[in-house]
């Protein structure tokens, strides 16, 4: 299954990192953004079906507010991927779940698979572990 995908990251290793698990995996990756400006640019060009979204970014802890963006004023579907699930552990608006980090290759996988099989209607297996979804 192929989707465009966006990662919104500060570190850059993270996201190199998830960049190369998820082209591996065949999906197309739009771009990397380190920050809310940055990610907001390639929301606005379109086409992008989910978004991995840390919570703190390079401008501060602007993520929660930039997920719940993504998802109610550009359609995208949003997993937060961050060290402090606490955060988000409420729910956000507009948003799917979060993942734990660290985490690995498998987790990620899997969530992704799990978000997109969702967003496009189909049957999801189980959620996976590590991802907890908003209700």
């Given at each position: 299954m192929?989707?465009r995908?966006?990662?919104v990251e500060?570190?850059?290793?993270?996201a190199?990192?998830?960049?190369f698990?998820l082209?591996d995996l065949?999906?197309e990756?739009v771009?990397?953004?380190?920050d809310a400006?940055?990610?907001r640019?390639f929301?606005?060009?379109g086409?992008?079906?989910l978004a991995?979204v840390?919570?703190h970014l390079?401008?501060g802890?602007?993520g929660v507010?930039?997920?719940?963006e993504?998802g109610?004023?550009?359609?995208?579907?949003v997993?937060?991927?961050?060290?402090?699930p606490?955060?988000v552990?409420h729910?956000?608006p507009?948003?799917?779940?979060?993942l734990t980090k660290?985490?690995?290759?498998?987790?990620?996988?899997e969530?992704?698979?799990?978000?997109?099989h969702?967003?496009?209607g189909?049957p999801?297996?189980?959620?996976?572990?590590?991802?907890?979804?908003?209700?």
């Amino acid at each position: 299954m192929t989707a465009r995908i966006l990662i919104v990251e500060d570190e850059a290793l993270v996201a190199m990192e998830l960049r190369f698990v998820l082209e591996d995996l065949d999906y197309e990756v739009v771009g990397t953004a380190s920050d809310a400006r940055t990610a907001r640019a390639f929301a606005m060009c379109g086409g992008v079906e989910l978004a991995l979204v840390d919570i703190h970014l390079s401008d501060g802890a602007t993520g929660v507010r930039l997920g719940q963006e993504l998802g109610q004023e550009f359609g995208v579907t949003v997993l937060y991927m961050t060290a402090n699930p606490g955060m988000v552990s409420h729910g956000v608006p507009g948003t799917m779940g979060v993942l734990t980090k660290p985490t690995d290759e498998g987790a990620v996988r899997e969530a992704v698979e799990y978000a997109l099989h969702l967003r496009r209607g189909e049957p999801a297996p189980v959620v996976p572990d590590g991802l907890q979804m908003f209700s």
